[in-house]
């Protein structure tokens, strides 16, 4: 692979695109060349999620820049630092917070930040009332995370009151520390697509200051199906196949129906947590359960109320 790498001198696309095709043969050929891949580890660190193609080559670029970067370094020649803010484009609950808190962990391991911690912020906690405060209040977040991960969720918030509205100034305030601070201090704001479109046009330059856009689409009936599946399983629990049958069958509904307010993963989520509570009371009584049965969510677990 360390050759791969000096023969693709010329573009980090490259060299990425090969290493993917290299994992994936090497995946099928033998253990031992999987475990050299380079990107073993953030694959590791990114197999909890489903989908989220974007992402994973996303940050196998960066991982690939990185150590080129140290490379060049060793060599002599150039290292540019990289800049890492991010903008999370996304329905509710596909996966943003999640995302940004796993990337502090992966951003530490790859040495990018020196502490790798995870503040979530709104509106208030940057804003203040009076001229003065919100600069304040923002340079204390800022200074709080630094060398991990200030997450806004949002983000488009903080431009709510137009140009008199304090939010403008937190957002200057923070536009001022990301480019002082870039080495060790990653910002992301995230928020629904089309709101977060508006935002940005409502503050032109903030784009161009950040290098990721990242889009998290609405997922499939199937992806929300493994994710189901592996919610499940991280639990040990199993669904049976008429509980399988029914989610989906849920699932297909509820996406045709709501357009915006669905809750993608997070209703997943809720419907397994739900199942486990309703497994749990259906089995109290039973003394002499199995394992098996004391793994498997059956259909009435799942079945939404009412229904
Ligand atoms: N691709 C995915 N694979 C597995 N689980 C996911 C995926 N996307 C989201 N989830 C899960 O869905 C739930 C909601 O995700 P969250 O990050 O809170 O969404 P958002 O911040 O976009 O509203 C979390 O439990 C998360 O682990
Ligand atoms: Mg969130």
Redesign the pocket.
Known sequence: METQMMQNRNGKINIVLNDKKEVKTAKRSSEHSMKNSPFMKIDQELS?????EELKTTIKEIYATMMMNAKRKQAGLKDTRQVLHML?R????????????KLAKIYFEMNLLSKGHFIEVERADLVGEYIGQTAQKTRAMVQKAMGGILFI?EAYSLARGGEKDFGKEAIDTLVKHMEDNHNDFVLIL?GYPNEMDRFLSLNPGLKSRFPFILD?DD?SVS?LM??AR??AAEREYKLSREAEWELRSQLLRTTALTVRNF????Y??NVIETAIRKHAVRLLGKEDATPAELMELSLEDVQAEGS
Do not use: C, L, W
């Not at 809750?263 to 997070?266: E, G, I, L, P, V």
């Open positions: 909890s999620f489903v989908a989220m999370f996304g329905n509710p609950g596909t996966g943003k917070t999640t995302v940004a808190r969720d995230a998290f997922y992806h493994e994710i592996q919610m809750a993608n993963a997070r997943v989520r």
